[in-house]
């Protein structure tokens, strides 16, 4: 039997290759997510609902920055540690939904975004109030070169990572292609 992973990377559709290996769908379901394999819209599609807010974020960073490269798309299996390249800058794609304390309120509001891995930034979506979604997202465009140690970024409304990572969605490929020429002039 072949292995799922490789089947579909073949096809790169996620029914064809459940159904070419023969593997229960959830059993499919899982090795592909532990993979890092699974395309943006299988992730929306079949992913539980974490997964498919993230894929989500991943297709709405797509459509913000057209010239980044998927690498989940077109890398190997297992391969990339982030989501998307442009030109030598590597960048993971992280979605946050508002976590909000009962006790306190939206006073004690806060997002979780995890910072780990060796790309070059994390663009992270964070859910403007609850329920929203991605519906009108705040984005921080956070470079690795800032985060000190790898964990779990707790990000405040009124933290350091909002009030100096925070970026219009207008300004996020520009910024980004500013780092790029940055890379090729071996500046950063």
């Not at 690498?71 to 960048?91: C, E, G, M, S, W």
């Not at 990572?161 to 090729?184: C, D, G, H, N, S």
Request: one cysteine or more.
């Amino acid at each position: 039997m072949a292995d799922i992973v490789d089947i579909y990377m073949e096809c790169g559709d996620f029914h064809a290759a459940v159904k070419q290996s023969g593997l229960p769908i959830h059993v499919a379901h899982l090795k592909l997510l532990k993979s890092g394999c699974l395309k943006i819209q299988d992730k929306i599609r079949y992913g539980s609902k974490g997964a498919k807010l993230g894929g989500q974020a991943e297709e709405l960073f797509q459509t913000l920055v057209p010239d980044a490269l998927d690498a989940n798309r077109y890398f190997q299996k297992n391969n990339p540690v982030y989501d998307f390249i442009l030109k030598d800058v590597t960048i993971d794609v992280k979605y946050s939904s508002l976590h909000i304390d009962k006790r306190y309120g939206t006073r004690k509001s806060h997002w979780s975004v995890g910072a780990r891995g060796e790309q070059d930034f994390i663009c992270a979506f964070l859910e403007r109030a609850e329920g929203e979604q991605l519906n009108d997202p705040i984005i921080l465009l956070l470079p690795m070169a800032f985060i000190e140690v790898k964990k779990d970024l707790h990000i405040s409304q009124s933290g350091a990572w909002m009030k100096e990572f925070q970026i219009e969605p207008e300004e996020l490929q520009p910024t980004l292609k500013e780092y790029v020429a940055l890379r090729e002039q071996g500046l950063f």
